[in-house]
């Protein structure tokens, strides 16, 4: 089991977009209010004060879509200037990004993921929900901005669902020659939307690698990142292609992660809520940060024998009841 120092810390479970995979219409969305999220301050308490005594030198910000978070910029500063910070990175929907980049950059962040999961206009506002004016532009402006910033590595997101994007699965990894961008190919997860893509909702990573190799080549790269995906390139690609497989290839075993929710909740997986802490409430009602180093430190003793595919979701096919923006993914 490797150490586990990955905090993913969830800003806010609003998003701009309502992806199917993470906010699917069937689900019933229940916001959290504003006086039920971790403020800015508590957020740094409990990075400063507990997670890193503990070991933590990795986090990531998350949500719903951060960028809609409050007082975003003053929080990546505040983070990212604590010395114990190795590592501090953020995922979005890059809507906001070519506003944000910027200041988020001169802030301290150096790593951003990218969620891009068409580069067709119409198929991209159908896996977001959107049914106005094409939100695919200023998503791409966004992405391209943040890479003329300088965030490096810049990574983009892709979550392959059969019949919606896969057969742009090519299209997407072909970003990668040119660009030193890492394109991340991730097996669709049934989190809280009832398979809405058939029984078997996924494609396995297996089956998209081969299609590279058969149009490319495929080699391992020898570019690593926090995370769990397994890394290629094609050859003399400038960027790589990154598989999370979390359903055809259980990783849990590899996990290095855990999860803090908008509104306070520590999670050791992202399916499996076995032991989860509120640290919220302890926090307000003036548990001393000693006392929440012991509590997670049960956590993570827990964690190694905790394995998302083994959760007791009470559900009749086996899905999980909250959306991906509520857990914080």
Known sequence: MPEI?????????????RCQ????????????????????????????????????TKFRLTGGEPLLRPGLVDLVRDLAQLPACKDLALTTNGFLLADLAQPLYDAGLKRINISLDSLDPQIFDQ???????????????GILTAHQVGFDPLKLNVVVIPGLN???VLDLAALSIDRQWHIRFIEFMPIGNSYLFGEKAWIDSEEIRQSVRQKWGLVESNIKGNGPADVFQIPNAKGTLGFISQMSECFCDRCNRVRLSADGWLRPCLLNETGQIDLKTALRDGVSSENLQAKISQLL?????INFKER???????????TMSQIGG
Not at 5 to 17: A, G, M, P, V
Not at 301 to 305: A, I, Q, S
């Open 301 to 305: 003793l827990l964690k190694p024998e």
């Open 21 to 56: 995979y993470c906010m699917p219409e069937e689900a019933k969305l229940n916001y959290v209010l504003n006086q039920e999220l971790l403020s800015n301050q508590e957020i740094l308490t409990l990075v400063r004060d507990v997670f890193m005594p503990l070991g933590f």
């Open 166 to 168: 896969d057969q742009e």
């Open 5 to 17: 120092d990955y905090l993913r810390i969830s800003l806010i479970d609003k998003c701009n977009f």
């Open 312 to 322: 007791d979701s009470g559900t009749e096919a086996g899905t999980y009841t909250r």
């Open 127 to 141: 896996i977001i929900g959107n049914r106005g004016k094409s939100r695919w532009q200023q998503t791409w402006e």
